[in-house]
């Protein structure tokens, strides 16, 4: 009891001095998880909304698949993307492995069947009110695509949030593809797996309450930007 | 004043639509020429919807064949349709008026041009930088009335645009669709309002139970139908 007592003191102590080691940790924390999302968006949201709006054979096949995409392993999907950027792997003349940038592909591949499955299932309600419309306006559905993006822009704030929230959280893939390496490829979460087994409780806790304040201050401002969006069309 | 036509006449040829086997409509064939409009009565689940919907080409007919007389190539660029619930984007009364107006490829100033007409036509120019969806319900089907307005259509296409709507915002509505069909636009709208089709018609199609019973002008029409079905429909008696 008295060891939790004074590691919630050294951790609040931590972040109250803004510790370097916990700065630089917590920084390339945000740079790649949310790197990964702008780009798994890029790919993710255009995807879901071509989905929801295109009839063609196979579609429910391909729904089916993506839903049971956004239930990826994380370490799976670190494995595949190690396979591919490993010295012997296809991708390995880049020498990617263990750097921030193979880290950044693992999330994004992680996050983008998330990102389109949730995308879709906001779209295709939209879509249901829009396609008369659109259609006797004479926009195809890819044309459609851009127009719903637009205007589900604010049910999309809360797919991208579902999206940081799997990047930001998430140990397997990083670990595997970035290799926890200490002020280059060490993150928040692989940092308190590591120091929980060392029994550096008091930077564990550290690591843990600023990943918990983060989630939830992007979820406020997630938050906040909807209801006022919603307010105003 | 009226621009020589483009793709009227509108024929339609032993038009038939089923939908999960079950027929909706039977062998319709009509003309519609340029002139006053034409109102398509008819009791609820007539068909009337459904008709509309394949005369603009949102559906696609079962059996016959839609065809537009006029010489333009692209008739779809000639015609629009409101709904009866006002389908409008998640964005202010403006942009809801230029955003056909881009599709069709205007540039921003005609775009302007056009949306400000459309706008003063309506009476909603002061709410032009409004979320269009904050709109009362009034205030939207006008709206919709305007957006289509601004394309310029040789034929608008009415879904029964003043369905759920009160007697206020419907003389309204109404005001403006005599307005378009004085300005030369030939409109084609459903109704199961008879007040509302002695009001508006120049001519009449009854629609009975998918079949269209009688295609006459709106005086003839209502001084003596030709059918014991629309006779009955005058009445007032029940029919289905």
Redesign the interface.
């Given at each position: 009891m008295n060891d939790l007592h004074s590691a919630v003191a050294q951790a609040i102590s931590l972040v109250a001095a803004a510790d370097p080691t916990l700065a630089q940790i917590v920084l390339l924390s945000l740079r790649v998880s949310l790197t990964a999302v702008l780009l798994a968006a890029l790919v993710g949201l255009p995807l879901g909304a071509l989905l929801a709006v295109a009839r063609f054979p196979g579609r429910g096949a391909v729904v089916a698949m993506l839903n049971a995409l956004m239930g990826l392993p994380p370490v799976v999907a670190g494995l595949l993307i190690y396979l591919l950027l490993s010295r012997a792997g296809p991708l390995g003349a880049l020498g990617l492995l263990f750097t921030p940038t193979a880290m950044i592909i693992a999330q994004a591949v992680l996050v983008a069947p998330i990102l389109a499955a949730l995308t879709r299932q906001v779209m295709e309600g939209l879509w249901e009110?829009?396609a008369?419309?659109l259609?006797?306006?004479?926009?195809s559905p890819a044309?459609a695509v851009p127009?719903l993006l637009?205007?589900?822009r604010f049910a999309l704030l809360t797919v991208l949030l579902a999206g940081f929230g799997r990047a930001s959280a998430e140990v397997g893939a990083v670990m595997i593809v970035g290799g926890n390496i200490e002020g280059f490829t060490r993150v928040m979460t692989t940092a308190i797996a590591l120091e929980t087994s060392k029994g550096d409780l008091p930077l564990a806790l550290a690591l843990g309450l600023v990943l918990m304040t983060i989630v939830l201050a992007v979820n406020a401002l997630a938050q906040g930007l909807r209801d006022r969006g919603l307010r105003?069309? | 004043m009226r621009a020589p036509d483009a793709i009227l006449p509108l024929r339609a040829e032993g038009l038939g639509f089923a939908a999960g086997g079950v027929a909706v409509l039977h062998d319709v064939s009509l003309t519609l020429a340029a002139g006053p409009p034409t109102l398509i009565l008819g009791p609820n689940g007539a068909g009337k919807s459904v008709l509309l919907?394949l005369l603009?080409g949102?559906l696609a007919p079962s059996a016959g064949a839609v065809r537009w007389g006029g010489p333009a190539a692209d008739p779809?660029?000639h015609q629009?349709?409101v709904?009866q619930r006002p389908?409008l984007?998640?964005?202010s009364v403006l942009a809801n008026l230029r955003?056909?107006l881009a599709?069709?490829g205007l540039d921003r100033a005609e775009q302007d041009r056009r949306a400000a007409e459309a706008l003063a036509l309506v009476g909603l120019a002061p709410l032009a930088d409004r979320?269009a969806?904050k709109l009362s319900g009034g205030e939207q089907q006008r709206l919709a009335l305007a957006r289509a307005a601004a394309l310029r259509p040789e034929v608008l296409f009415l879904d029964e645009p003043c369905a759920s709507l009160d007697p206020a915002a419907t003389g309204a509505v109404e005001q403006i669709i005599q307005a378009l069909a004085a300005r030369g636009t030939k409109l084609v709208m459903t109704t199961h309002d008879l007040g509302q089709a002695r009001r508006l018609a120049g001519e009449i199609a009854f629609l009975h139970r998918g079949r269209l019973l009688e295609h006459t002008p709106a005086a003839r029409f209502f001084a003596g139908p030709a059918t014991a079905e629309a006779a009955a429909f005058l009445r007032g008696e029940l029919i289905w």
């Open positions: 009110e829009y008369e419309q259609r006797s306006f004479g926009a044309r127009t637009w205007d589900g105003l069309a | 919907r603009h949102l779809r660029r629009a349709m709904f389908v984007l998640r964005r955003y056909p599709l069709a979320p969806r």
